[in-house]
């Protein structure tokens, strides 16, 4: 591949860049809307817009307002959506059980769009944090420990009833262990064969989660406590491939890298690997500094994201998870 071209001055690279037709015609990766994918957190209510004060720009949003944003990014041809409920303090038990309540937030939340916007991919998380009332992903011990095993079960009922409400794709977010077949099992069992699995295989024990965890209320429950426990160590690349092979093996159809910029060298791997559909998820740590950079006026925010985008592209990325995915979905409208 390389060798094969005069040396300077035969060579002159920046021929090629001179004009705006020419790089276009060496342009290797494009962004398009299909790479996109808007979460959107659900609040109870009717009329319901809180705005998360570490996520500038990003809004909680009751149902009703949720179809309506959901209509618009819709009709900008955006594929798939997904949804975190923040739910109240009586839907959160030791045992969970809110995560399977078919009149949960997000059951409503996803049978409401599914009739308004039959078209639009909906993607569920899987995972209790939003239902327990330590903010963890799983069931807890006496000892404070998430035990594996019991919270698999959890999570098989959690995924089960996403499927009912009728998510076309059920994202298991937890780490745990031996889920991803579990959650496969059931769906066969119950007839939802064609529900797709994006399984948050190379999810890493990050500190970029923080304005997620403000936008769902879980900071203050998870105080000085971390996720090491379940979540890959940042350190870790080796570790993250054998959790993408294990779920790719248990049936997972799609798999995502989490974080996202800091680690396209997982995500190049991960595609270099295994050549499944690939998603990163852009997270709320990272947006937030974009958004604080641009409110100070020190880097050109449109200039930034889009950079971002493509590259997620160039690391291997089909699509991104993103906060910005709406105004990217925009911005790509209007170049
Ligand atoms: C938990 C979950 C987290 C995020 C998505 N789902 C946080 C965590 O693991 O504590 C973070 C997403 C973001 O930071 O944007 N299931």
Redesign the pocket.
């Known amino acids: 591949m390389f060798g094969i071209r005069a040396p300077y001055p035969g060579n002159r690279p920046r021929r090629m860049r001179l004009d705006s037709f020419s790089r276009r015609m060496m342009q290797e990766h494009h962004l398009t809307v299909d790479m996109l994918i808007q ?1 959107y957190f659900i609040v109870e209510g009717t009329n319901q817009r809180q705005a998360v004060p570490s996520m500038p720009g990003v809004d909680r949003l009751s149902i009703d307002l949720l179809v309506e944003s959901a209509t618009a990014l819709h009709a900008l041809g955006v594929p798939a959506i997904a949804l ?1 409920p923040v739910t109240e303090d009586d839907a959160k038990t030791d045992d969970c059980s809110g995560a399977w309540n078919p009149e949960g937030l997000l059951q409503r939340a996803v049978r409401t769009l599914k009739t308004a916007l039959p078209e639009l991919g909906i993607i569920t ?1 899987v ?1 209790l ?1 939003p239902y327990s009332p330590h ?1 963890h ?1 799983g069931l807890m011990n006496e000892e404070g420990y998430i035990i594996n095993d019991e919270t698999v079960d959890a999570l098989v009922r959690q995924a089960l009833s996403h499927a009912e409400a009728g998510a076309d794709i059920v994202a298991p ?2 780490m745990m262990d031996g889920r991803i077949g579990a959650i496969r099992e059931a769906l066969e069992a119950a007839d939802h064969r064609n529900t797709r699995i994006l399984s948050y295989a190379a ?1 890493f024990a990050s500190s ?6 403000d936008a769902v209320g ?1 900071s203050a429950a ?1 105080g000085k406590s971390n ?1 090491n426990s379940y ?1 890959i160590d940042p350190s870790n690349s080796d570790e993250a491939m054998h959790e993408i092979a294990a779920d790719l093996q248990e049936g997972a159809d799609m798999i995502m890298v ?2 996202g910029l800091p680690y396209l060298d997982i995500v190049r791997r991960a595609r270099d690997t295994f050549a499944v559909p690939t998603y990163a ?1 852009h ?3 990272e ?1 937030a500094m974009i958004k604080a950079a641009a409110a100070q006026g020190w880097i050109d925010e449109k200039a930034v994201v889009l950079e971002t985008m493509m590259a997620f592209r160039r690391a291997g990325c089909d699509g991104v998870l993103t ?1 910005y995915a709406h105004d990217v979905a925009n911005w790509l409208k209007s170049c």
């Open positions: 979460p975190f998380d995972a944090d903010g992903d977010s937890d999810k970029f989660y923080g304005p997620f965890r879980a998870l996720k979540q989490k974080p998820y997270v709320s740590g947006y906060y």
